[in-house]
């Protein structure tokens, strides 16, 4: 899936748009997608000057949103059928290494369990096969009026 399809999925745009690609996907289990993570990116203006590292809360939106699209894949849906998932919580958030300008972002997430309108996403993200960060996300998924 590229960028055009990605954003049918998400209604997140530039700069908060973090799927570049979407490699695989099996509606209803799973999905792998990638952020390269550039140097020109607003974010390192200030995080930090002088050692850039991608902060550890947008890769935790970057995996939010691959199961984003998941989640609206499954139930095929768009964000523009006035239909959102949510931050409900997140569970179990380990950070293993930092990533920086250069790096390719491997996102991963498995649908664990849906009870009513609450979803839990099981989710890695890598760097070169090596775990940058893993964790449990809550999503809420929200009819708009």
Known sequence: MQINEIKKYLPHRYPFL??????????????VAYKNITVNEAVFNGHFPNAPIFPGV?????MAQAAGILGFA???????EKTLYLFAGVDGVRFKRQVVPGDRLTLEASLDSVKRNI???????TVDSNLACEARLLCALQELE
């Open 119 to 125: 979803w839990r996403f099981v989710c890695r993200a």
């Open 18 to 31: 973090l799927i570049d690609r979407v490699l695989e996907m099996e509606p209803g289990s799973h999905i």
């Open 58 to 62: 947008m890769i935790i939106e970057a």
């Open 74 to 80: 499954t139930v095929k849906k768009f964000p523009d």
